[in-house]
């Protein structure tokens, strides 16, 4: 993303409370933008990139977001919010989750890389995390588009590319 660097990595953590570990790695540095997302609400690598292009676009054609917050725009984009609370819920709302996709942002890639070091304290990496399948895909149309598609006879279900673009599509206007 031009200037700004992303590590993206799937953990499973060995404890439920990632505000603890979001906490503990905002202490060592402030700098770095620390995203922790459900992992069933990522259909895979190009699913968070497309958001992360949106966010960078934005900021490229200096369009002000009332988010200021790289890290909550994020998670309202993947949560097809504009609701704070509802993409909070979304994202953290099962207290017994341990896996998450961490994307981590910062201008230069050598605190990113001593952050993933810092993290791995934490749990184990686990790139599977990150890949599509169909049980995301069904949990994230149940979740968030359940009235939009009723059973599974939409060409877009049948389709990984219309799917991931329209997942990227409904990221970009959730906050209009």
């Not at 060592?28 to 933008?33: E, R």
């Not at 259909?43 to 054609?61: F, S, V």
């Not at 919010?81 to 979304?90: C, D, E, F, P, V």
């Amino acid at each position: 993303m031009d200037t700004l660097e992303a590590i993206v990595a799937g953990f499973s953590f060995f404890d439920t409370d990632v505000r603890n570990i979001y906490d503990n790695l905002k202490s060592k540095d402030k700098t770095i933008n620390i995203i922790f997302v459900n992992s069933k609400l990522v259909y895979g690598l190009d699913h968070i990139l497309g958001i992360l292009k949106i966010i960078n676009e934005e900021d490229q054609r200096n369009i002000k977001s009332n988010v200021k917050n790289v890290e909550i725009e994020f998670l309202l984009r993947i949560c097809y919010t504009n609701q704070i609370k509802y993409a909070l819920k979304s994202n953290f709302g099962d207290s017994k989750n341990k896996t998450f996709v961490v994307v981590l942002i910062s201008k230069p890639e050598s605190k990113l890389r001593n952050t993933l070091g810092f993290l791995s304290s934490f749990g184990i990496e686990d790139s599977n995390l990150i890949r599509p399948d169909i049980t995301k895909k069904n949990y994230i149309l149940d979740y968030f588009f359940k009235d939009k598609f009723k059973g599974n006879s939409h060409m877009l279900l049948n389709n990984e590319e219309k799917y991931l673009k329209f997942l990227i599509e409904k990221a970009a206007i959730s906050l209009n």
